[in-house]
């Protein structure tokens, strides 16, 4: 896939534009009930455990993911793969009405018992339970790699979204440069899970999580399957070397 940087990357400083328009593990296939299962097991050490795994960078990607967001006073958000709410509440703070949107029930009710006054509901990414043109901006973080049809849910969070509205996704993606890419892969795959058997209750998992990371589309793929779902003025910014990219699009008016 060709990546052109235009002259949109200037008005937006580091963001590269493309202009292309009870299951203890899932496996890649991704079946929606043995993630579904696989999340409701790992819910009440979640945030704890991906705190401990990512050195504590998980926080500042999140904060990442609220400026690009860009949430104001009224605006309506949709945080899909929302877990326990956690990644909801810089968008709620902000005056947003903010919508956590999650498929794993064991995840919801952590969430609801953390924070009864956000508006949990459960939905799967690929047939969200919303009106057409409903919200401002869309956001996933860390979730849309567990989604059975990535190409579909790009098409529902495109139809959720008011015309002139805005995507945000944060992922796992390929640190850009090769010597580091060596290194991070071989934490993934043999690091990582010995740290999650010290954390979580559901190490297994994490060894998905790994697997899954490893077979995640670049920077450059992602971007060119968002525009093929509708959005336009495509671009992503790379997060600590490339470890994590936000993707960021606009639903034309």
């Known amino acids: 896939m060709e990546r052109r940087v235009t002259a949109e990357a200037a008005a937006s400083p580091g963001w590269a534009y493309c202009n292309n328009g009870p299951v203890t593990r899932a496996s890649l296939d991704k079946q929606p009930h043995e993630v579904a299962s696989m999340f409701d097991d790992v819910a009440e050490r979640y945030d704890l455990t991906n705190d401990v795994l990512s050195l504590g960078q998980d926080r500042r990607w999140r904060k990442e993911v609220a400026k690009a967001v860009d949430a104001r006073p009224a605006q309506k958000v949709l945080d899909l793969a929302a877990g326990t709410g956690t ?3 810089p968008f709620a703070r902000t005056g947003a009405y903010v919508v956590p949107c999650d498929f794993s029930q064991g995840m919801l009710r952590v969430g609801k018992q953390r924070q009864p006054w956000l508006p949990y509901t459960a939905g799967d990414a690929t047939r969200l339970p919303f009106k057409d043109d409903t919200f401002d901006a869309v956001t996933i973080s860390f979730g849309l790699r567990n989604v059975q049809d990535t190409d579909a849910a790009l098409r529902e969070m495109y139809r959720v979204t008011r015309p002139g509205g805005r995507v945000v996704i944060c992922e796992f ?5 090769a010597p580091f890419r060596t290194v991070y892969t071989e934490y993934l795959m043999r690091a990582l899970p010995p740290v999650a058997r010290a954390v979580s209750s559901n190490p297994d998992a994490y060894v998905y999580l790994a697997e899954s990371i490893r077979a995640w589309p670049d920077q ?8 093929e779902a509708g959005w ?5 910014r790379n997060l600590s070397g490339g470890i994590v990219a936000l993707h960021r699009g ?3 008016s």
């Open 250 to 252: 606009f639903k034309k």
């Open 220 to 227: 450059p793929a992602l971007a060119g399957r968002l525009g």
């Open 87 to 89: 990644s909801s509440l």
């Open 232 to 236: 336009s003025r495509v671009a992503w």
């Open 173 to 177: 993606s390929h640190p850009t440069w």
